[in-house]
């Protein structure tokens, strides 16, 4: 029989997110102080990062009565949300589109999307997925609205909503398929049923294809991306960046979980899909990942605002994380983890950058970048860096990252996907580099410069530093996420 203590202290970093979700209200309520509130929200995040070191220690075991998975693959994902909402918070503390009297509410809606986001990565049963999946969701619908008063930011939220719930509903009809067919909620049992059993083809794969309907829209791939731009593009840029990151990773994290636990061949990594015969499914989900990286990248380059730009980029940027998945291997998954890190640096550090210069311009368009270099030349060194990086040019870490794609592609033949994304990433040269020519190659209109407080210039070193030390010595991250590869109990 489980230990109450024992699911409660495996439980911790989520019960200490949702303990500072009632003390940052509690917090805001008293003291009416935004600074009291933020501290408070920052001293939390440390807390459940804490804790989630603490457990480590702990065997790979299931809880809650088999609902969740303690192991170093949901603790890896954990400690990177963690991450990203702190560096979210810094980002948006005296940002001009979150309003001090609505910090609170903006933190606690993040919080609640962070446990969402850690319990999602756990659950290996269908429910605790799916719910948990909803909590993210949900309340990112009202996080893109934030702006009530801009018609953008209304215009994200329901377009969002919409697609969200088309998503979401299409993937509990197929998880709910799925039960009818194996009698379990238990993804393990699943995989069990689904190898000893022969099922029909033509019902499994509808299936396959509403689940994956429900995860492609997580994490935005081709062809159910097109809430992205306009999400992004309307929701405050803090967010905006949240939102490109952390539930993209959260997509990527029970996308692998469940279609490597449920369709797998064996109860490790999986080398094929025997039970979904008669598809070369791998060859499948590569025209998805070529189609992904190629259409994200072609639209960004008519962009003339940055944040449409950088939305069209994250979705390249999808297209590329999903070849690591197609080769069925260790190597394919720690390089899809490995470029998930590089890419919160790099990505949410262009988008900070994005969200200084609006600070000051209330102006988002490239065209705002014009000369910043001849007037801040920390800020436009930085952003440079950070779109060097996102092209995948050394020795930024970048560059690693796709390396470590590439190689993988490689490593299973697969020659043509691997053209596609060389010539995608000549493709993005350009846009990025248009960026980096407005801020260095042009004459700014105000000899102003962009003024940034403290808290903002640090939490820039912050991401420019990894950004940098990732390109050249990236081999122990790239161990550790080698290791945190182990998502496989036996039930």
Not at 244 to 264: D, E, L, M, N
Not at 265 to 270: F, I, K, T
Not at 296 to 311: D, F, P, S, V
């Amino acid at each position: 029989m489980e230990s109450l203590s024992l699911n409660l202290a495996l439980y911790s970093p989520e019960i200490i997110l949702s303990i500072t979700l009632g003390f940052v209200l509690i917090v805001h309520m008293i003291s009416k102080s935004n600074l009291f509130t933020f501290l408070t929200a920052l001293v939390g995040l440390v807390s459940a990062g804490g804790a989630s070191i603490a457990i480590q220690s702990f065997a790979p075991q299931f809880f809650f009565a088999g609902q969740l998975s303690h192991d170093p693959f949901s603790l890896f994902f954990k400690l990177f949300f963690i991450t990203a909402t702190f560096f979210t918070f810094l980002f948006s503390y005296r940002s001009y589109e979150i309003d001090e009297e609505r910090g609170a509410e903006f933190y606690l809606m993040t919080l609640a999307v962070t446990v969402g986001m850690c319990t999602l990565v756990s659950s290996i049963n269908l429910l605790s997925l799916y719910l948990s999946l909803e909590l993210v969701s949900i309340v990112s619908y009202a996080l893109a609205g934030f702006r009530k008063e801009h018609p953008a930011s209304n215009e994200a939220a329901i377009k969002y909503l919409l697609y969200g719930a088309f998503a979401s509903g299409t993937m509990l009809w197929g998880l709910s398929l799925l039960y009818g067919f194996t009698g379990s909620l238990n993804i393990y049992s699943i995989n069990a049923t689904l190898s000893t059993n022969s099922l029909n083809p033509l019902a499994l794969y509808s299936v396959v294809l509403m689940v994956l309907f429900g995860f492609g829209f997580k994490i935005s791939s081709v062809p159910f991306h097109m809430w992205a731009p306009d999400v992004y593009h309307g929701a405050p840029t803090p967010t905006a960046a949240f939102f490109t990151v952390a539930p993209k990773a959260a997509g990527f994290a029970i996308f692998i979980r469940f279609f490597y636990t449920v369709f797998g061949n064996n109860s490790g990594l999986p080398d094929q899909w025997i039970t979904l015969p008669h598809v070369d499914w791998a060859f499948l989900m590569s025209i998805l990942s070529a189609i992904t990286m190629t259409l994200g990248n072609l639209c960004a380059l008519w962009q003339k605002n940055a944040k449409r730009m950088l939305a069209y980029s994250s979705i390249a940027h999808a297209g590329y994380m999903l070849m690591g998945f197609i080769v069925l291997s260790k190597e394919g998954l720690t390089s899809i983890l490995f470029y998930l890190v590089v890419y919160f640096f790099m990505n949410f550090g262009a988008f900070f950058v994005v969200g200084l210069l609006a600070n000051k311009t209330k102006d988002e368009e490239i065209s705002s970048f014009k000369g910043l270099g001849w007037t801040s030349p920390w800020v436009a060194f930085s952003m440079a860096v950070f779109l060097f990086s996102l092209t995948g040019i050394p020795p930024f870490a970048g560059f690693i990252g796709k390396v470590y794609l590439f190689s993988a592609l490689v490593q299973k033949e697969i020659y043509w996907l691997l053209v596609v994304a060389i010539l995608n990433t000549v493709i993005s040269l350009y846009y990025y580099t248009y960026i980096v020519r407005e801020m260095f190659l042009e004459r700014p209109t105000s000899d102003k410069p962009l003024l940034i407080s403290p808290l903002h210039t640090f939490t820039l070193i912050l991401l420019v530093i990894p950004t940098f030390v990732l390109g050249l010595s990236w081999e122990p991250l790239f161990k550790y996420i080698s290791n945190s590869l182990q998502f496989i109990v036996t039930p």
